[in-house]
């Protein structure tokens, strides 16, 4: 077995003081859409020309496998803006934290690094 100052444990325990020192996780992505409206007589139906409305920025997410998406006004999109980073930031050390345990037991077992 390792002992806890091996170099493994210790990255393990800093992935643990980061998830710690984590702000609020928000889950799923910013995105920015330019869009038609339904008036068929609008500049924005005009193909030739791009004058589509917008942008328009949502917070889009799945919901069991479904995508739902809300509108967000620039103020709401800049306050979870970093709730997202966060979010993204907690998935790449849960990550990271996985595979360093796999090793670990890979190692304590005598199962291979394969
Ligand atoms: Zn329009």
Same mark, same amino acid.
């Given at each position: 077995?390792?002992?806890? @100052?091996?170099?493994? *444990? +210790? #990255?393990?325990?800093? /992935?643990?003081?980061? /998830?710690? %020192? ?10 920015? &859409?330019?869009? &038609? ?8 139906? *005009?193909?030739?020309?791009?004058? &589509? ?7 889009? #997410? !799945? /919901? ?9 006004? @620039? ?5 979870? #803006?970093? $709730?997202?980073?966060? *979010? !993204? #930031?907690?998935?790449?050390?849960? &990550?990271?934290?996985? %595979?360093?345990? /796999? +090793? %670990? ?5 005598? $199962?291979?690094?394969?």
């Amino acid at each position: 077995m390792s002992k806890p @100052t091996d170099p493994p *444990d +210790q #990255r393990a325990a800093e /992935i643990h003081d980061q /998830i710690a %020192a984590l702000g609020p996780c928000l889950p799923g992505t910013l995105s920015s &859409r330019m869009l &038609r409206c339904g008036n068929p007589n609008c500049r924005c139906r *005009d193909t030739q020309t791009d004058q &589509r409305h917008g942008p328009y920025l949502y917070w889009t #997410r !799945k /919901i069991s496998g479904k995508t739902a998406s809300k509108l967000l006004s @620039t103020e709401q999109a800049e306050r979870y #803006r970093p $709730w997202l980073a966060n *979010d !993204k #930031r907690l998935h790449q050390l849960v &990550r990271e934290l996985e %595979a360093l345990t /796999i +090793q %670990a037991a890979q190692h304590a077992e005598g $199962w291979g690094e394969k």
